[in-house]
């Protein structure tokens, strides 16, 4: 397809974007579509963190995890004790989900349609002009859409073990299967893998420093994670300090060493640590004080508009927060792309972080929408509560509810829903709705009102709207 020179004003390209994860490659294509000249630099494989450590990998095994689990605690219908689930095998199915998903096949729509690919690190050279392998290009906007980088904790020793992380765990793992493994960090990544781990009959520790498992969560989620996670044999500490981290004086195993106000110090023995705690992000890096734009706590700051203070600077996803979800790269760079599609710039597309609904997969499963309660609690905003026990609604007499609950808040005034938990079976895709009634600004009794299909796990919704 033939590319209308737009704006390039003597610029290599309209727009040059940095990464290729999903907020790079989602505004590379929308700009192409609008016609425009664009570059996508990539540093490493095309698809970024999601397709290739993320999203894709974690969830791809944890389904087939998550559905071992079901079969082998179905004792009326299957001989359970001869079910096993390896690990090689899980890696393999990532493996291929990650082929179907397609780096290639991102690569192919790219040469489709017109995208230029520049394998390398970008380095901003100034605010116009970047290098990538010794080469210099221009443009007339950039997108810098370049996620973060795994955080490794300043633990001593840790630096001299061989450690998986979510970056790493494909390749190593299929190198040696662990019999047991020390996670560090109970945040969603930590969590996905202690599921994804223990179900292949390894035995998992999850050290976390917090006083509870996924602490961006309600209080109640990470009480109903924590029993589930004890129910399989997962060991969790709590308000743990690792000190640090060396081979075992005897065998092949290592050693972690933590500090938690109930074990007192102890030695974890264990054949791998997982390093699962949080990602450093690239503020700083890869030449970006060389533009004038600013970033704040590691985060490159932007406008509603995701305009970063060069205004032919955009930045989204990871890169620039507030959430490090696909979902709101995939938002941002739809917004970023349109704005710099937009003839008019009095009138720009703006970003809408208020309802963002989010899931761990972990079993059972913790998805959220709106403003937590701690946070409305922190800036004294007054809500009204719910929580209903899934228990109370018929289908958890035909499957196991795990101890979920549904937990609705609204303004005590309008009576409007301002945010949502939801622990149990088929949360992620039920927290939709709630997106929805948010967004459209419907009253708990509007959705204590609305008909659910019966028997299932959503007619615990309604109850917890009717409770408001
Ligand atoms: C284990 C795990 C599970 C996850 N599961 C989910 C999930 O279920 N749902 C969800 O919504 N989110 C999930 N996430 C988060 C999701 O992966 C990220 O939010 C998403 O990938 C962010 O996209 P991005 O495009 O901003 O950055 P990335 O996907 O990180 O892509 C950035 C790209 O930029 C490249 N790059 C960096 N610097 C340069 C440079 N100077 N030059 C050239 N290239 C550069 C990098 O190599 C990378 O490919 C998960 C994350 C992890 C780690």
């Known amino acids: 397809m033939a590319k209308k020179n ?37 540093a490493e494989k095309l698809g970024g963190e999601c397709l290739n450590y993320g999203c894709v990998p974690t969830k791809s095994m944890l389904t087939a995890a998550h559905l071992f689990r079901s079969v082998k605690n179905q004792k009326a219908i299957t001989n359970s004790g001869l079910l096993k689930l390896r690990i090689n095998k899980l890696v393999s199915l990532a493996e291929n989900n990650i082929a179907k998903t397609g780096a290639e096949e991102l690569g192919t729509e790219f040469k489709k349609l017109g995208i230029t690919v520049l394998e390398g690190r970008a380095y901003f050279l100034d605010s116009r002009y970047i290098d990538v392998g010794g080469e210099k290009y221009s443009a007339n906007n950039f997108i810098i859409a370049t996620g973060g980088e795994v955080a490794i904790p300043n633990v001593p020793g840790l630096d001299g073990l061989d450690y998986l992380t979510y970056k790493n765990f494909l390749p190593k793992i299929k190198e040696r299967t662990p ?109 970006l004080g060389n533009t004038g734009i600013h970033c704040e706590n590691g985060l490159i700051k932007t406008d509603s508009h995701c305009r970063t203070t060069q205004e032919h600077i955009y930045a989204i996803g990871d890169t620039t927060g507030p959430y490090r979800l696909t979902s709101t790269a995939l938002q941002q760079a739809r917004i970023a792309a349109l704005n710099i599609l937009s003839p008019i710039k009095k009138n720009l597309a703006t970003v809408d972080h208020t309802v963002t609904p989010s899931c761990i997969f972990t079993l059972p499963e913790v ?62 895709e039920q927290i939709s709705s709630l997106a929805l009634a948010i967004k459209m600004k419907v009253s708990t009794h509007q959705l204590a009102d609305l008909t659910q299909v019966f028997p299932t796990w959503s007619e615990a919704i309604s109850l917890a709207a009717s409770e408001l």
């Open 367 to 428: 998805a959220k929408v709106g403003e937590s309660t701690i946070s409305l609690r922190t800036r004294k905003v007054k809500f009204v509560e719910s929580i209903v026990l899934l228990s109370n609604v018929t289908r958890a007499k035909l499957e196991d509810d795990l101890g979920g609950f549904v937990k609705l808040w609204a303004d005590p005034v309008s009576k409007n829903i301002l945010g949502a938990c939801l622990v149990g079976p088929n949360s992620a």
């Open 179 to 287: 019999r047991s493994v020390t996670i560090i960090g109970g945040g969603a990544v930590g969590c996905e893998y202690a599921q994804i781990l223990s179900a292949t009959g390894a035995k998992v520790n999850i050290v976390e420093c917090a006083e509870r498992l996924v602490s961006d969560q309600e209080p109640e989620a990470s009480e109903v994670l924590l029993k589930n996670f004890e129910k399989v044999g997962v060991k969790v500490y709590l308000s743990a300090r690792v000190v640090a981290a060396h081979p075992s004086s005897t065998g092949n195993l290592k050693e972690v060493e933590i500090i938690c106000p109930k074990d007192g110090q102890i030695d974890l023995k264990t054949d791998s640590i997982m390093v699962a705690a949080g990602k450093k992000m690239r503020d700083g890096g890869d030449g």
């Open 6 to 42: 737009t704006d390039t004003h003597g610029y290599t390209f309209d727009t040059i974007i940095i990464g290729s994860g999903p907020a790079g490659s989602t505004a590379a294509e929308i700009l192409a579509h609008g016609g425009q000249r664009v570059a996508i630099v990539e």
